[in-house]
């Protein structure tokens, strides 16, 4: 019976093993099998996408002032080679310069004699007398001389946006060179231009009187008064100042001027300290009567 049974367990045994390992093979074959179909779908899919990019065209750069979503920012390379393209560097004559300062039409001849040959240069005569630095350059063309001094040429001013009724000023950056347009060679015409703001407008002149009589009654004279004034104009900077008369007759100032700048004046009389007016004999005699004290009526 024990034998039997021992028969029987081993036979189960053996039948068992088989079975796992046919299962185990299958299950190996199986995930052998997902593996290649997965393979195979992900090289589909990567095909079809690179069939459908290829397709497509390529993004096109949206017009200025358009709508719609703008154009790639080109790269370094991009604009390097434009702005190579608007300056022909091989066709522009490279000169050696050693100037002084002067004018621009003083460099612009210095150039000239520099390089050997004319060069185009339009100066307005509102520019005409404008300063320019001393220039020592070696190996340079029209172009790299005229953007390095336009940069150097560049720095922030204070000007005044307003005088009236008080002044304001205003920081703006300024500069000045020469410019042109189109390709650049070594005929190519060249403009100096100034970048500046516009000058405030000038206010109105008014005319306005001041009575003087007070003053030259305690012992000031005319020339006191209007030198303090003029005193006082000439510490701001004023150049533009009031025009101012003396009237004897009725013993007025008569100034002309700016409104702002005639405060001047006020601001002169209104720091005169003036001395209590003597009194008269008359007008003595009835403060003192007005001080003493009044006497009691008695009855005839």
């Given at each position: 019976?024990?034998?039997?049974?021992?028969?029987?367990?081993?036979?189960?045994?053996?039948?068992?093993?088989?079975?796992?390992?046919?299962?185990?093979?299958?299950?190996?074959?199986?995930?052998?099998?997902?593996?290649?179909?997965?393979?195979?779908?992900?090289?589909?899919?990567?095909?079809?996408?690179?069939?459908?990019?290829?397709?497509?065209?390529?993004?096109q750069p949206s017009?200025?002032?358009?709508?719609?979503?703008?154009?790639?920012?080109?790269?370094?390379?991009?604009?390097?080679?434009?702005?190579?393209?608007?300056?022909?560097?091989?066709?522009?004559?490279?000169?050696?310069?050693?100037?002084?300062?002067?004018?621009?039409?003083?460099?612009?001849?210095?150039?000239?004699?520099?390089?050997?040959?004319?060069?185009?240069?339009?100066?307005?005569?509102?520019?005409?007398?404008?300063?320019?630095?001393?220039?020592?350059?070696?190996?340079?063309?029209?172009?790299?001389?005229?953007?390095?001094?336009?940069?150097?040429?560049?720095?922030?001013?204070?000007?005044?946006?307003?005088?009236?009724?008080q002044s304001s000023?205003?920081?703006?950056?300024?500069?000045?060179?020469?410019?042109?347009?189109?390709?650049?060679?070594?005929?190519?015409?060249?403009?100096?231009?100034?970048?500046?703001?516009?000058?405030?407008?000038?206010?109105?002149?008014?005319?306005?009187?001041?009575?003087?009589?007070?003053?030259?009654?305690?012992?000031?004279?005319?020339?006191?008064?209007?030198?303090?004034?003029?005193?006082?104009?000439?510490?701001?900077?004023?150049?533009?100042?009031?025009?101012?008369?003396?009237?004897?007759?009725?013993?007025?100032?008569?100034?002309?001027?700016?409104?702002?700048?005639?405060?001047?004046?006020?601001?002169?009389?209104?720091?005169?300290?003036?001395?209590?007016?003597?009194?008269?004999?008359?007008?003595?005699?009835?403060?003192?009567?007005?001080?003493?004290?009044?006497?009691?009526?008695?009855?005839?």
């Amino acid at each position: 019976m024990k034998a039997k049974r021992k028969c029987l367990d081993t036979k189960f045994a053996k039948d068992f093993a088989a079975t796992v390992v046919f299962l185990y093979e299958d299950l190996k074959q199986i995930v052998i099998t997902m593996k290649t179909l997965n393979y195979f779908v992900l090289c589909l899919t990567t095909l079809g996408c690179m069939t459908v990019f290829a397709q497509q065209p390529p993004p096109q750069p949206s017009t200025p002032g358009t709508a719609g979503t703008p154009g790639p920012v080109p790269d370094f390379q991009t604009r390097l080679q434009k702005a190579m393209a608007l300056v022909d560097s091989p066709a522009l004559t490279k000169f050696d310069l050693d100037f002084r300062g002067g004018t621009p039409k003083q460099l612009a001849a210095a150039i000239e004699k520099a390089m050997g040959r004319p060069l185009n240069v339009i100066v307005p005569d509102e520019f005409a007398d404008i300063k320019l630095p001393a220039l020592k350059m070696n190996r340079v063309d029209v172009y790299q001389l005229f953007q390095a001094l336009e940069a150097a040429s560049q720095k922030n001013e204070a000007y005044v946006t307003s005088t009236y009724p008080q002044s304001s000023y205003q920081t703006v950056r300024t500069s000045y060179g020469f410019r042109t347009q189109g390709k650049i060679s070594d005929d190519s015409v060249w403009y100096f231009s100034v970048e500046k703001p516009m000058a405030p407008a000038v206010p109105p002149k008014v005319c306005s009187f001041y009575s003087l009589a007070p003053y030259i009654d305690h012992g000031m004279t005319v020339d006191d008064i209007t030198t303090a004034s003029q005193t006082g104009w000439k510490m701001l900077g004023d150049k533009d100042t009031p025009a101012i008369s003396f009237h004897k007759d009725t013993k007025l100032l008569i100034a002309v001027g700016e409104p702002n700048k005639l405060q001047m004046i006020n601001a002169v009389l209104g720091a005169l300290t003036l001395p209590p007016k003597p009194l008269t004999p008359k007008g003595a005699a009835e403060t003192k009567e007005a001080k003493s004290p009044e006497k009691p009526k008695t009855d005839p």
